[in-house]
């Protein structure tokens, strides 16, 4: 050794061996597969936990999509736009049903009547409240009626109690909509 590195070791206290093995080292990683495997269960568990809230929300109606194609009587929901419709989503109905003889497509339909006092008439429709103790009024306390498709009869104004029939769906909107009207008879006027 020379003289120098004497020194440096004297004062260092570092062997010079040392110094190089140091600096030429390589470091190995070593293999750890139980973190990769617990990352990937921790994963799996929180996309089925989402997975089960989704379809646990779905089946209370939490997803606000209740179009019941399989409603009372079977029939697919109608698709429409009618001015001023909030939510197209469609429900059976909670009135008086029967069922009778479609022409148009040579099977069965239900048909929906209840009866209602007249809130307001207008261009187009009626704004009716479902009297006491009929059934659709657990349905909605409201309801907006298209009257395009169908006669209204004269006396029908602001306080005439009418009877409403209809296809049997019902728009989830306030008001609740319906517009598959088929009859409105003036009971009361």
């Known amino acids: 050794m020379r003289p120098e590195e004497r020194l440096f070791d004297a004062i260092t206290g570092i062997d010079e061996e040392l110094v190089e093995s140091a600096q030429t080292y390589v470091f190995h990683k070593k293999p750890r597969t139980w973190q990769r495997a617990a990352s990937l269960a921790a994963c799996l568990l929180i996309v089925a936990s989402i997975g089960f809230g989704i379809l646990q929300m779905a089946s209370i109606g939490g997803m606000g ?5 399989a409603n ?3 029939a697919a929901p109608e698709s429409g736009s009618d001015a001023g419709v909030a939510d197209d989503s469609l429900v059976g109905s909670a009135g008086d049903t029967t069922t009778g003889d479609s022409p148009d497509d040579g ?3 239900a048909v929906t009547s209840f009866t209602a006092t007249v809130l307001e008439a207008g261009d187009g429709y ?8 009929d059934a659709m009024l ?3 306390d409201k309801i907006m009626v298209s009257t395009n498709d ?17 296809d049997g769906l019902i728009r989830e909107s306030y008001p609740a ?5 088929t009859e409105i008879l003036l009971i009361d006027g």
């Open 126 to 133: 009626l704004l009716v409240e479902p009297v006491e103790g």
């Open 138 to 140: 657990a349905t909605a």
């Open 72 to 74: 009372s009587n079977g």
């Open 177 to 181: 909509q319906i517009s598959g009207v």
């Open 150 to 166: 169908v006669a209204v009869p004269d006396g029908v104004a602001e306080g005439a109690v009418v009877e409403i029939t209809f």
């Open 65 to 69: 999509g209740s179009d019941s194609a």
């Open 107 to 109: 099977g069965q339909t």
